[in-house]
């Protein structure tokens, strides 16, 4: 025994015995407990927070708190009937008037209102100040008294916001009908000229500016490039993800042909663009919401006004237009504050489709201010910085770098020196008068005999065949990179002519150094379990599907039953008494009389279990896995770790074999190329995964019995959906 005693705990603030009865949760989150005083106070305040920062609350705890109703402004009918949804879902009386209740649903929620059992009223703006509306406000202030405005995505009264909506300028009558009554004003608009926009169009007063930082820390970034087997490591993170995602695609097209192959891999997986009928929108939308459907492929279509926090991967398929949107939609990750994914995909030949995208448009001023947005996106994607320092860069803030939680920090990429390329590279295009793009550079680089050259007599130049010792594609990076660098310029002409610039004379005269980074190591799927035991996971999965079970009888989404980290949480601490049970973060009183015995009983009857087949503990990996993890996880190959570890190779399979059936974080393809393993799974998935002699017959023996080892463990850890 220690000596050390637990450190007292803090006795809670009432406003977090407050956000303890109504919400459940045990703490605030970063900025939302100042901003409760602050409303309280009746300060007027504009709330930046990022999406999933949980603005919510900050109204949502007031209004609760303070006598008199609060009108809910907000411009999406589905986001309102989620917010009140979940609140009545939590006991809070909330309701709702738009345009989809008919006059006797009208009626009744008036009624509530007037009789006082609703704390927050949402509302559409051009309905709120409508002819018909303003007497009914009239009298709810007089009778009830209104203690509060919000307005939600309060940037729509920006014409510099991406989603300007005229009606919303109206609301600034708000403060000349209803002078006393505070103003809130909130958004995950970043830049500052929509602030001050807010400010002034509605007329705040004074207002409390809360700008919280724009960091998701609970989201991975990374960008890997754009080849011929994206699509297996696409399946891959679907299938080790456990949870929903959407695929973003550029095209209505793409989508369609995405979604319809990843149905083919067994993936219930649904297309959402603007060519569709809004009734087939929305029932997509709607069956992913409710998880009926575990993948929605989008266009950018998809996403506005859809509250779903639990978003487990956002897949950037093509090359999204600006690292703004890149930001707003891989954000719709992990809104819940779990582990998320954001993958991009990132492929030159999609920069062609966006230049032509942007060609066409008929404005000047646009084009160059779109191109100049899509260097920024090209210089995040190529960059090797920490991923959160480049994008919060973007939004003004300044971010140390090494998150620790995206692939630039994680798996840092080593550089080159290639500036003697370079060199070689630019005093080609010099000799060649600056009259030919990069593939005839290349060519006259590499000592091609093509009609071409032939013809310009390029072939007497004296840089003809110095690049031969490296292979096109090499050059090709490398043409890009200085292109991307801005050491060297392109004719925008529809030629795509190199031109030489002073930064290129400062890399020929040796005053520059060329850093490029290497992309050899790129192609490595991570996987991003993290160091969760099987047995969390085991449990957590039956939660899930009774959750799924009580959801579909309510017809309510099942984040709205629980969220993902309530259920972790109960996956971890295993209440087995409805006692215990309320004591959990994300659970109130009303849930545990709605839910509390099922899920009490799920997980007796998990525990129960557990005990009869010996214990959890089987399922713990060694202290010898644990080593051969830890060197897999720095990058060692099976035969590097045997070599280390003094131990047989089929001893480090065996070993790696088992931790992939406990879910640890092994990277398949670190091990078995992927296109290696789709061949396998399909074997797996047509004579079975029982016993591997079949499977190596099948495969005609091509395939080693460690790899099917390896391939089978995945499957068998249930990262599958082949139905297993
Ligand atoms: P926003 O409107 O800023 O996008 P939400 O208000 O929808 O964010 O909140 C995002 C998620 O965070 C929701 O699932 C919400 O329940 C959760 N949340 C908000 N505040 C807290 C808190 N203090 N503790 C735990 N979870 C919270
Ligand atoms: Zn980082």
Redesign the pocket.
């Known amino acids: 025994m220690s000596g050390n005693f637990p450190p007292a705990a803090r006795e809670p603030s009432s406003l977090e015995q407050a956000?303890k009865q109504f919400f459940g949760?045990d703490?605030?989150?970063p900025g939302?407990q100042q901003i409760v005083e602050d409303a309280l106070n009746s300060r007027d305040l504009l709330i930046v927070?990022p999406?999933?920062?949980?603005?919510?609350?900050c109204f949502q705890l007031p209004a609760l708190l303070k006598p008199g109703l609060t009108v809910v402004v907000s411009p999406l009918i589905a986001l309102m009937q989620d917010q009140v949804e979940a609140l009545r879902n939590n006991g809070i009386g909330a309701t709702f008037l738009n345009s989809t209740l008919n006059w006797q649903a009208e009626l009744r929620a008036k009624e509530a209102i007037l009789n006082g059992r609703v704390k927050l009223l949402y509302v559409a703006p051009e309905r709120l100040l409508s002819e018909r509306f303003m007497p009914f406000l009239e009298q709810v202030d007089a009778e009830i008294g209104i203690n509060g405005f919000a307005i939600d995505e309060a940037h729509c009264v920006s014409e510099w916001g991406h989603d300007f909506r005229p009606e919303y300028r109206q609301l600034r009558q708000l403060r000349r009908r209803y002078p006393k009554v505070p103003l809130m004003a909130l958004t995950?608009t970043a830049t500052a000229r929509v602030r001050t926009d807010i400010t002034q169009q509605l007329a705040l007063r004074q207002p409390v500016t809360h700008v919280a930082s724009f960091n998701r820390p609970n989201l991975y970034y990374e960008v890997r490039p754009k080849h011929r087997q994206s699509y297996s490591e696409l399946l891959q993170i679907v299938r080790t993800a456990g949870g929903s995602g959407i695929v973003y695609c550029l095209s209505r097209k793409k989508v369609d042909e995405l979604a319809l192959r990843l149905r083919n891999s067994k993936i219930s997986a649904l297309p959402y663009h603007a060519g569709m009928s809004d009734e087939e929108r929305s029932v997509n939308q709607t069956r992913f919401i409710r998880d009926d459907a575990q993948v929605m492929v989008a266009t950018i279509a998809f996403g506005m006004g859809i509250?779903k926090?639990d978003v487990r991967f956002v897949v950037h398929y093509d090359l999204p237009r600006n690292l703004e949107s890149y930001y707003q939609e891989s954000g719709r990750a992990g809104?819940?504050?779990e582990q998320a994914l954001c993958t991009l995909f990132f492929s030159y030949g999609d920069l062609k489709t966006i230049e032509y995208l942007i060609d066409q448009k008929p404005d000047p001023q646009e084009q160059r201010i779109a191109r100049q947005q899509l260097r920024r996106m090209i210089d995040y994607a190529e960059g090797t910085d920490c991923r959160r320092t480049i994008q919060l860069s973007y939004f003004g803030e300044q971010f140390p770098g090494n998150c620790g939680n995206c692939d630039n920090c994680r798996y840092p990429k080593p550089v080159e020196d290639r500036t003697v390329e370079a060199q070689k590279f630019l005093s080609c295009v010099a000799r060649c008068g600056e009259r030919f793009g990069v593939t005839h550079i290349i060519d006259v680089l590499r000592g091609c005999k093509n009609q071409k050259i032939q013809q310009y007599e390029h072939h007497n130049l004296s840089t003809y065949g110095i690049g031969k010792d490296r292979s096109e594609d090499d050059w090709k990076t490398l043409g890009r990179t200085l292109l991307h660098q801005g050491l060297v310029d392109e004719t925008s002409d529809g030629y795509r002519v190199l031109k030489l610039n002073e930064r290129s004379w400062e890399v020929m005269r040796k005053q520059r150094t060329v850093l490029v980074a290497r992309t050899l190591a790129e192609t490595a799927i991570r996987t991003e379990r993290s160091l969760r035991s099987a047995e969390v996971e085991m449990l957590f999965d039956r939660l899930r599907a009774l959750r799924k079970e009580i959801a579909d009888e309510q017809s309510l989404p099942p984040y709205m039953v629980f969220?993902d980290s309530t259920l972790r949480l109960m996956a971890q601490q295993r209440p087995q008494t409805l006692e215990k049970f309320g004591q959990l973060n994300?659970v109130v009183n009303y849930k545990v009389t709605q839910y509390g015995e099922r899920f009490v009983a799920e997980i007796r009857a998990y525990c129960q279990e557990q005990g009869a087949s010996g214990g959890p503990a089987d399922n713990l990996p060694s202290d010898s896995q644990q080593l051969t993890l830890q060197l897999h996880r720095q990058g060692l190959s099976p035969a590097e770790i045997a070599q280390k570890r003094q131990l047989s190779p089929s001893t480090i399979i065996e070993h790696l074999t088992q931790l992939i059936e406990m879910k640890l974080p092994v990277d398949l393809n670190q091990l078995v190329p992927f296109e290696r393993q789709e061949v396998i799974l399909q074997a797996i998935e047509t004579v079975g995964a029982e016993s591997l002699k079949p499977i190596f017959e099948y495969l005609g023996e091509s395939y080693s019995y460690d790899e099917i080892k390896l391939v089978r463990a995945w499957v068998r850890s249930g990262n599958d959906t082949l139905g297993f």
């Open positions: 956000l949760y703490s605030f989150r939302q927070m999406t999933g920062g949980g603005k919510s609350l995950a509250n926090p809104r819940d504050g969220q994300g």
